[in-house]
């Protein structure tokens, strides 16, 4: 009955490497969203699509790209990872009228 | 822009005591707030929301929250605290219309016996 699930729930990987992480939710909204916290547990957003089309872009380096296949999935490619992105990545859902937003169970990404 | 402020890093309690956790924002247009909740290695739950209506808000888990227009203040509050409540609190504000939450620095909130 998982709500907003990800993949994978950890991932370690070394500085240049391009990755990948996957999020599902299975609540019917319509708009999802990557948020990263640091290690300072700071969360801040970073994407933001409603039905397949971005919506928030924040000042993200473009190494980062989202991509929504359709509303249930939201996934996030990184290029050329560099060690300070290291952090926990989390999805979030929600319908794009009801404000709150309920959360996936995170990805901490270490680059070494 | 909004921007939310929590004074406290970390409040060390006793089981069985009252707790505050300050959260303070500022906006200059109406806006909905939050409260999240981080349990170890966990993801954030929502604990309790203000869109509008009664100022005052509670959960299911004896914590309540008082929006104070006057004061830009979203205080948490739990009039006796559980070991279980020991987790990580994120207050958050998001402007009316627009989906984008910002959260504050977050609380720790430590219970000991």
């Known amino acids: 009955d998982t709500a907003v699930s990800q993949t994978p729930k950890y991932l370690v990987t070394q500085m240049g490497n391009d990755k990948s992480i996957k999020c599902e939710q299975n609540l019917g909204h319509d708009t999802m969203y990557w948020y990263k916290q640091d290690s300072k547990k700071f969360l801040k957003i970073m994407f933001s699509y409603n039905n397949k089309e971005l919506i928030i872009n924040e000042t993200v380096p473009n190494r980062f790209s989202p991509k929504s296949p359709d509303k249930a999935h939201l996934n996030l490619h990184i290029n050329s990872l560099e060690l300070g992105d290291s952090a926990v990545y989390f999805c979030a859902s929600s319908l794009r009228e009801a404000h709150e937003q309920y959360f996936g169970p995170g990805t901490r990404l270490t680059v070494t | 822009a909004q921007s939310v402020t929590q004074l406290d890093s970390q409040v060390p309690v006793f089981e069985e005591a009252p707790v505050e956790l300050r959260c303070n924002y500022s906006?200059?247009?109406?806006?909905?707030l939050f409260w999240y909740v981080q349990y170890p290695n966990q993801g954030l739950q929502l604990l309790l929301k203000y869109l509008s209506g009664s100022t005052l808000v509670e959960s299911i888990n004896g914590f309540e929250a008082e929006f104070n227009k006057s004061q830009t203040s979203f205080h948490l509050r739990k009039p006796s605290v559980h070991i279980s409540d020991t987790a990580e609190y994120f207050c958050a504000v998001s402007r009316t219309g627009f989906q984008k939450l910002v959260f504050g620095t977050g609380t720790r909130l430590l219970v000991s016996p």
């Open positions: 906006s200059s247009v109406s806006v909905y």
